[in-house]
């Protein structure tokens, strides 16, 4: 199946800075690109849709300024969480669609402290 | 409110035994489901889908079966297997997403098979 690779797998960082997570579809082109945010024993939640060369589309209430999401190639998105808080620890996962199914990438740990 | 509900958190059963996970979901524009497995600090892993104009869909030792009226599906695993043991994600999406796919999971169900 396709490949979809998430860099860093953890990171840990201080509250107030700021974090970027990378998702690439590794052997494919993804026009969509989506980010959920998994809690603790909970489900997994959809934040944005992210679409090459337009802005992301957001879920009701996730703050896209906090939040920043680029597409800027069909294999690369990035999630930026700005002025990070302990509140934003969470398990980050990707998905890049192709025209059949949606596949995820591992998952970033981030732990702000 | 929860759309897609996956209502036992967790499920073991043993090895060589049938596993039954179950979804339900209150959307009736919901026209697509999946079911994924998840390890700990891994993303979710695609397992089997089912489009609403099917009732049942098999893969090898996996087969998913929907219930339209019931607004209720279910993944029956057999034999289970030690290695199946993990987390279970019921999703669905609606066609009208168009292009989005965008999907909603259940809470998940933890199955642990005993050797």
């Known amino acids: 199946g396709a490949v979809v690779s998430q860099h860093p797998s953890r990171v840990i960082c201080k509250s107030g800075t700021s974090v970027k997570i990378e998702c690439r579809s590794l052997?494919?082109?993804?026009?969509?690109m989506f980010w959920y945010r998994q809690f603790p024993k909970k489900s997994l939640m959809l934040m944005a849709t992210?679409?090459?060369?337009?802005?992301?589309?957001?879920e009701q209430g996730v703050e896209k300024d906090k939040f920043l999401i680029n597409h800027a190639s069909l294999t690369l998105s990035t999630l930026t969480v700005t002025s990070a808080h302990p509140e934003d620890s969470s398990f980050y996962i990707c998905?890049?669609?192709?025209?059949?199914?949606?596949?995820f990438g591992p998952g970033t740990r981030l732990t702000v402290t | 409110d929860q759309q897609v509900k996956q209502n036992s958190p967790s499920l073991s059963v043993q090895e060589g035994r049938i596993s039954i996970l179950n979804c339900d979901y209150t959307n009736s524009m919901f026209d697509y489901f999946l079911w994924y497995k998840k390890y700990p600090a891994e993303g979710p892993t695609f397992l089997i889908s089912i489009s609403s104009i099917k009732d049942k869909n098999e893969d090898g030792r996996f087969t998913v079966f929907l219930n339209k009226s019931a607004k209720h599906l279910s993944l029956h695993i057999v034999p289970s297997q030690p290695g199946d043991s993990a987390v279970y994600f019921c999703?669905?999406?609606?066609?009208?997403?168009?292009?989005?796919?965008?999907?909603?999971f259940g809470s998940g169900t933890r199955l642990q098979v005993q050797p």
């Open positions: 999703a669905a999406s609606r066609s009208m997403d168009t292009g989005r796919r965008a999907l909603t």
């Open positions: 998905s890049a669609r192709d025209a059949a199914e949606q596949y």
């Open positions: 992210s679409n090459e060369g337009s802005k992301a589309t957001y």
């Open positions: 052997d494919f082109q993804a026009t969509t």
